[in-house]
């Protein structure tokens, strides 16, 4: 058992929610409730509520994140935004390749990769999204599937960037739906995409690597979900507005 090697982390996606006051409310609400967290807790918000949130955690133990960015450095790019644009305002992480950019912003494989190792070229901690979509699960290729997108995600990330990376296992069928994988399902592909580290980079690495679920973790289920050896915390959305719901997947967490 090698859950002890690594850290767990929960992480809020806000998606395209939140105004700056609301952004404010939620996070000063989020701050005591989470302050004795034993794990890592991030909240990844839309780029307009960015320096709110910023300001807003300073002192306190929550993380912020984004929930995208660019692959270029700088240019011709119109409604974008760069990694070092986001690490020069002092955020920690950024979600790249989350299943809704997948689907519904032409995001590929290919362009997840290019994101990947731009984001950890300025500094930037990964929440980097995998998952199979429910005809992919229904035709036996999941597994096959998740590997082949975290090889490609990966491809030209050196051992020592994968320490700046965790990986988000998320079923689409279950983002947003309130279908969760159950925990064995949950746990199976974490270790398949553990395996497939190993293969990368070795043992010890795929050891050492933050793996998480997310599709429809709340306050009920994230027990069960993030005690499973292989899932260490979990991506958070719908969850992650309600300050009390998220706070109660971070105390399971911290059981976990
Ligand atoms: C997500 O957006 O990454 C997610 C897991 O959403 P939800 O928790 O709402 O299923």
């Known amino acids: 058992m090698n859950k002890a090697l690594r850290k767990a982390v929960i992480a809020g996606n806000w998606k395209m929610n939140k105004t700056r006051p609301e952004a404010k409310e939620l996070v000063e609400a989020i701050k005591p409730l989470v302050a004795g967290a034993g ?4 909240a990844c918000v839309p780029f307009t509520n960015l320096e709110t949130v910023l300001e807003a955690v300073k002192g306190s133990n929550v993380k912020v994140g984004a929930e995208n960015c660019h692959f270029e450095k700088s240019g011709a790019f ?14 920690e992480y950024v979600i790249i ?3 809704e950019r997948r689907q519904y912003f032409g995001e590929t494989d290919e362009t997840v990769n290019k994101r990947t190792r731009a984001a950890l070229a300025a500094g930037l901690k990964v929440i980097l ?7 992919d699960r229904e035709n036996g290729i999941t597994d096959e599937l998740v590997a082949m997108q975290t090889k490609i995600a990966l491809k030209g990330v ?18 947003g739906t309130g279908k969760t994988a159950t925990a064995e399902q949950a746990n199976e592909v974490c270790a398949v995409i553990r395996a497939t580290l190993a293969k990368l980079y070795g ?13 429809s973790m709340n306050a009920k289920n994230a027990a069960e979900l993030v005690a499973q050896p292989d899932v260490d915390g979990g991506l958070i959305g719908g969850a992650s507005l309600k300050a009390p719901d998220f706070a109660a997947i971070v105390e399971a967490a911290t059981k976990g």
Do not use: R
Not at 160 to 174: D, F, G, M, R, S
């Open 203 to 215: 043992k010890e690495a795929a050891d050492a690597t933050t793996i998480q679920y997310g599709g």
């Open 129 to 135: 999204c995998v998952g199979e979509m429910l005809a």
């Open 97 to 99: 390749g989350h299943s």
């Open 78 to 91: 119109t409604g974008e935004i760069s990694a070092d644009m986001l690490a020069e305002m002092g955020v």
């Open 158 to 175: 050196t051992a020592e960037e994968l320490k700046n990376v965790i990986i988000a296992y998320e079923p689409v069928w279950a983002i």
């Open 39 to 42: 794990c890592e807790v991030v």
